[in-house]
């Protein structure tokens, strides 16, 4: 398997604008969780789903901040609008035993907004 | 919700020494306490993990050891090696799956 994938890497945009991160989590794993990397904050739980379904969306800073899972291969995360203070890495991971076993994190897609 | 504190922030140590780094956790029913190392520009990965059970679990130069009655739980690094020099985090799992970090402890090995 090729591990989480995450696109895109890099995103640079401009305040305003929509930003969509999007996740393909290992084949078979049933639990996806969206963190965000921040220096002054470090790793933040954002929102994990469970066999596609959302289970808790608490950690979602704010309304500008959306994710979904249509089915077990992929998930967005979608930023409308972006401010700067958004900008972060923002990992997705993946884990076969709902968060119980080992978190496999995909390689992050770095978000700048100006 | 899960609070998980780690220290220190940032260690440096000689090559060869060990190094520790120490977490406490307050949900007394977290049951999985992993660790992941993250390298400078790359994604966080697990090195070791914990399970409420053990007290104690070694791989090699690294281990981990768990104090559920005081809900602390601690990384030793031994003959600490250049490759070692990276960002270690500390989880807690808790009963409805939620995996809370602490804030990192940046460790580097001076040759």
């Known amino acids: 398997d090729a591990g989480v994938i995450q696109s895109p890497r890099h995103e640079v945009t401009e305040m305003g604008q929509e930003v969509t991160l999007r996740c393909k989590p290992i084949s078979g794993h049933n639990s996806l969780f969206w963190y965000r990397q921040t220096m002054m904050r470090g790793l933040e739980l954002l929102i994990y789903?469970?066999?596609?379904?959302?289970?808790?969306d608490s950690g979602m800073p704010e309304d500008r901040f959306s994710a979904k899972m249509p089915n077990a291969s992929f998930s967005t995360l979608k930023i409308q609008p972006s401010e700067p203070r958004d900008s972060a890495v923002y990992f997705c991971a993946s884990s076969g035993l709902a968060g119980a076993g080992e978190l496999f994190f995909g390689e992050g897609s770095r978000l700048t907004v100006l | 919700g899960e609070n998980v504190e780690q220290h220190p922030s940032t260690l440096s140590v000689q090559e060869g020494d060990s190094a520790v780094i120490k977490c406490t956790y307050s949900?007394?029913?977290?049951?999985?306490f992993p660790w992941y190392k993250q390298e400078l520009g790359k994604r966080p990965q697990l090195i070791i993990d914990i399970r409420s059970n053990v007290g104690e679990k070694k791989d090699q130069r690294i281990a981990v050891t768990l104090n559920k009655t005081a809900k602390h739980f601690s990384l030793h690094i031994t003959e600490t090696q250049p490759e070692d020099s990276a960002v270690y985090f500390c989880a807690a799992l808790t009963n409805d799956y939620k995996l809370s970090f602490g804030a990192g402890t940046t460790v580097t090995v001076r040759a």
């Open positions: 789903f469970n066999n596609n379904v959302p289970i808790d």
């Open positions: 949900d007394s029913a977290s049951n999985y």
